[in-house]
């Protein structure tokens, strides 16, 4: 028996040394006191080498190398000799079908993080960005933006920024990019009818479609891809509604959700939507959806919808009461709370942002002086190669500056984000709608196993 | 305690068992229990019971335990009910008995992913048994989406521990000796009698055994429920298990740590209340 003890009691022992040690930190960063120095000119700012004169070092990690990190951290280094800049990119090129790279990617940020040696910055766009803010993971950037004398807000979209994160600020996104209709404008004005585009949800689209068709003209109002794409993209802009982050609390049984349903499955038999690409090609659609990302893609899909007169209207709200256009962000860069390098790592990323790097993400940037940047351009090359199956046929488009100006006031109007689902609600929608919009089970039987099933996620 | 003695040779023995268990039991279940009494986020700290309150104020975790503990309770009386019945077909028959008894036992050595696509393929919503419910006229039943999803997983283990409990019942009633039976039957003893006051009474510390390994086997059943229906089942499905797969997908360690050692203290106190049972029963017997 006091064989037995002694064992107990080693074993205990080992147990005990064993998970306390797994605790240290291994890297240690240097800090440096580089809040409060003035810049004196222009956007950089000096930051002076660590207390002991040791490079600061920074760590940077995304799911993707992309080409323009390398670039910028080059051009950072150099210009701040002081600072170290380690990129953390495992994924370079190499195709994920089996979605397993991804999910290592995942698996290893979070056990970094929740071990206290998280990256300083880190790119939140492949990670559940609710699990990170509920646990406090990343820092809040509007303190640092106050905190920043140099930061001059007018010099970036601020009504993207604003609208990015639920809450406070807790990402900041490099790029972004605009949702909205081409819409038919010739028919639009000789109907005579008052399109407000900035308000109206799909109960007034509905409205004014079925008006546009009385009067003759196109067949079918709006062409998308699948009903569950177009029930995910109403989720997404009615998420927080939905899904109660905070609380924990799940509402698909309620009545929002499955009037969603039964919204879609009308409009289909109304004529109001059109799943067939026949129709989009053939051009007897009033609207199609469009995704803006550069002053380009503005010009080339105006060229490539067969409208005489086309123009970009913003898509229907989700819901009565919200107004603006939808937005995407990418390249969404988050600071970790518990960095110690939290003002290098905020110089960094607003350095990032500063100017336009080789090989960017085509994509609206969100500092508006790049973006002007942009328009010059263009406006001085005075063409745009087109698409071979829009009207211009390949041939040249001209630029505009009202087309610019268009464009302008287009994203100036970009107010409203879509959501980022967590990942495991997006799972489980698009496993459990199928059988409604086949006609196999109701909308309620639907929406109560979403319900079901959510709630239990958020139970965990 | 002596040395150079029987009990020292004994030890010597049984060391390197002893070790293995230890390295790989013993030790990362103390590792565990100190996890799950710990905060990772924001540091490292020391956080109690907290995890513990944490765990019976979810819902989710209530649900699972709750899952957990009625399918055990309902396919393991089952398993072992038909099992048994089996065992005495199979010991009185003479007939293709070799066959008999290896293709009952089959089930157990077919890999479950292979067994899960045949069952997917039954039980999903354009499946097999729909299709045949179609045809009938009947309406259409989404197996792995209600409450029958719990029959599906129970004829699932049933089928596959069938085969394993029956051989452990006929080696047990192989050793009863018939010397008891013929005396019964003498005496006038109906078939009834027979088995309650001899079979059932010869084959209680075999049926001891099978009652914990078919409890332990129904706790296994997380590896066809998650392969058919996925990370997040019907509620009727939702089992520990599950539970705990998806903390620890969403990596939060102590949580998890905290429901397996509270699942383990479960599962220990239920096997020590049977061994306690039985132990009691024996000394009854002798």
Same mark, same amino acid.
């Given at each position: ?91 370079? =090129? ?27 910055? @880190?790119?939140?766009? &492949? ?8 646990? =406090? ?61 900035? $308000? ?13 068709? &009385? ?32 609380? &924990? ?14 919204? @879609? ?144 006031? @287009?994203?100036? =109007? ?41 709630? $239990?996620?958020?139970?965990? | ?79 072992? #009910? ?10 009185? /028959? ?9 293709? %009952? ?40 989406? /209600? ?19 029956? %051989? ?19 005496? #006038?003893? #109906? ?65 998890? /740590? ?6 383990? #203290? ?21």
């Amino acid at each position: 028996m006091r064989m037995l003890t002694l064992l107990l009691s080693a074993s205990l022992l080992i147990a005990a040394v064993a998970g306390c040690s797994g605790g240290t930190n291994g890297e240690r960063h240097v800090s440096s006191p580089a809040a409060g120095i003035e810049s004196p000119t222009g956007k950089e700012r000096d930051i002076p080498a660590g207390e002991k004169g040791e490079p600061v070092k920074i760590v940077f990690s995304a799911y993707e190398a992309n080409a323009f990190y390398e670039e910028a951290k080059r051009e950072y280094e150099r210009l701040h000799p002081h600072v170290r800049i380690e990129l953390d990119l495992p994924v370079k =090129g190499q195709s994920d079908l089996s979605g397993q790279l991804l999910q290592k990617f995942r698996e290893t940020t979070n056990a970094k993080f929740l071990s206290g040696q998280g990256p300083d910055i @880190i790119e939140m766009d &492949r990670l559940p960005m609710d699990q990170y803010r509920g646990k =406090g993971l990343l820092a809040d950037l509007s303190e640092l933006m106050s905190q920043d004398a140099d930061f001059e807000r007018e010099q970036y979209f601020t009504n993207v920024l604003e609208h990015a994160d639920t809450g406070g600020l807790y990402i900041f996104p490099l790029n972004f990019s605009v949702e909205g209709l081409m819409g038919d404008e010739a028919l639009m004005s000789q109907s005579g009818m008052n399109v407000q585009d900035d $308000t109206w949800d799909w109960t007034v689209f509905e409205q004014t479609v079925n008006e546009l068709q &009385r009067l003759g003209g196109h067949e079918y109002g709006y062409a998308y891809k699948s009903e569950e794409s177009l029930l995910y993209d109403w989720v997404q802009s009615q998420y927080p509604k939905l899904v109660d982050e905070q609380s &924990r609390e799940a509402s698909f049984d309620s009545g929002l959700f499955t009037g969603m349903l039964t919204a @879609i499955k009308e409009m289909q038999a109304n004529k109001v939507l059109a799943a067939n690409p026949a129709q989009l090609i053939s051009g007897s659609v009033y609207f199609q959806e469009v995704h803006l990302a550069s002053p380009e893609d503005y010009l080339l899909n105006l060229s490539a919808v067969p409208y005489e007169q086309p123009a970009f209207y913003a898509k229907p709200k989700a819901q009565e009461g919200q107004a603006g256009t939808y937005f995407r962000t990418q390249n969404n860069l988050g600071i970790n709370a518990h960095s110690k390098v939290k003002q290098e790592a905020w110089d960094f990323l607003r350095f990032l942002t500063s100017r336009a790097w080789t090989d960017m993400p085509k994509l609206f940037p969100i500092n508006k002086s790049v973006y002007e940047e942009q328009k010059q351009t263009l406006l001085t090359d005075g063409t745009v190669k087109g698409n071979p199956f829009g009207r211009y046929e390949g041939g040249p488009i001209p630029v505009t500056q009202q087309r610019l100006e268009e464009l302008d006031a @287009i994203l100036a =109007g970009a107010k409203l984000q879509k959501s980022y689902l967590s990942m495991t609600i997006e799972g489980i929608l698009f496993e459990e709608t199928p059988a409604f919009f086949t006609g196999q089970k109701t909308a309620e039987e639907v929406a109560a196993l979403i319900q079901n099933k959510v709630q $239990t996620y958020l139970n965990e | 305690m002596k040395f150079g003695s029987d009990s020292a040779a004994a030890w010597v023995f049984l060391s390197p068992s002893l070790i293995g268990f230890a390295v790989f039991y013993l030790v990362p279940f103390g590792m565990a229990l100190l996890e799950s009494l710990l905060n990772r986020t924001p540091e490292i700290a020391y956080a109690g019971l907290d995890h513990y309150r944490g765990l019976l104020d979810s819902a989710s975790f209530r649900k699972a335990a709750a899952n957990s503990l009625y399918f055990t309770a309902v396919s393991v009386p089952v398993l072992i #009910g038909l099992s048994l019945a089996l065992a005495m077909l199979v010991n009185g /028959s003479v007939f293709a008995r070799r066959w008999l008894q290896t293709s %009952i036992v089959l089930p157990l050595v077919v890999p479950v992913a292979s067994v899960v696509t045949f069952w997917r393929v039954m039980t999903d919503w354009d499946g097999g048994l729909n299709g045949w419910l179609d045809k009938e006229g009947v309406n259409r039943i989404d197996w792995m989406n /209600s409450e029958w999803s719990m029959a599906v997983i129970a004829a699932i283990f049933i089928w596959k521990n069938l085969g394993y409990m029956m %051989i452990l019942f006929l080696a047990a009633l192989q050793g009863i000796p018939r010397s008891y039976y013929e005396t019964a039957r003498i005496e #006038g003893a #109906g078939e009834l009698r027979a088995f309650a006051r001899i079979t059932i009474v010869y084959l209680r510390p075999t049926m001891l055994f099978v009652v914990l390994i078919s409890i332990i086997n129904s706790f296994k059943v997380f590896r066809e429920t998650y392969l058919i229906a996925g990370d997040y089942p019907y509620d009727r499905m939702y089992l520990l298990q599950h539970y705990m797969n998806n903390t620890f997908m969403s990596l939060d360690l102590p949580k998890l /740590s905290a429901a397996s050692v509270l699942m383990v #203290g479960c599962i220990a106190m239920l096997v020590s209340g049977l061994l306690a049972r039985e132990r009691r029963f024996q000394r009854d017997m002798e």
